[in-house]
Every structure is written in C-alpha cells, then in structure tokens.
C-alpha cells in the first residue's frame, strides 16, 4: 500500500516562499512519475507540476515560473519549491503519482495572505 505524506505548509505573505515535501513509500519511486496538485475551498482538485522519471517537469500555466518541481530517488521524497506566492495560491497541496491512482495523504495548508 502506498502512503503519501506531505509536510512544509503555513502561513506566509504574498510574494514570500515556502518548500513542500512528500515523502513517498510503498511504490517503485523512481520510475514512478509523481505531481503536486492542490485544493482550494470550493474549487476542484487541479494538477500543479509533475516531473518523470527522467526528470522532465511540466507545470500549470498559473504556477510557471515560480514553483519548481524535485524528487530526490534516494529519499523517495518529491519537493515543490514555491516563490513569488499569491494569495490565489492559497489551498491544501498533495502529492501523488502522475495520475492520482494513489490513496491521497492528508495534504499540506498553504495560505497567502495580501
């Protein structure tokens, strides 16, 4: 079973940065493609960034630019790096596989206050 822990949310203001983590375990990781999705109230789940196994990212229009996606295989953890926040940004982050078939952790709160 695949479990999906995600940590590195908070309160911050708009234009400052946060690093989300997601620690990853019971899956072949590194040839798994993992992504970075996000809630925000009232609004559908939506894909941020995703990066594959061989490293090649690809992100939302709303966040190029300003997140970058990692993964370190050794760790099984996949990172976003977030600058330039906009409260627009605000919402609960996941993580999981490329094409959410994984059972979703319990997210990570980022709020960006103007």
């Known amino acids: 079973q695949v479990q999906l822990v995600e940590s590195g949310g908070g309160l911050v203001q708009a234009g400052g940065s946060l690093r989300l983590s997601c620690a990853v375990s019971?899956?072949?990781?590194?040839?798994?493609?993992m992504a970075w999705y996000r809630q925000a109230p009232g609004q559908q789940r939506e894909l941020v960034a995703t990066?594959?196994?061989?490293?090649?990212?690809n992100y939302a229009d709303s966040v190029e630019g300003r997140f970058t996606i990692s993964r370190d295989n050794a760790q099984n953890t996949v990172r976003l790096q977030m600058n330039s926040l906009k409260p627009e940004d605000t919402a609960v982050y996941y993580c999981?596989?490329?094409?959410?078939?994984?059972?979703w952790g319990q997210g990570t709160q980022v709020t960006v206050s103007s």
């Open positions: 990066i594959y196994s061989n490293r090649r990212t």
């Open positions: 019971g899956s072949i990781f590194s040839l798994t493609a």
């Open positions: 999981n596989n490329h094409i959410g078939t994984y059972p």
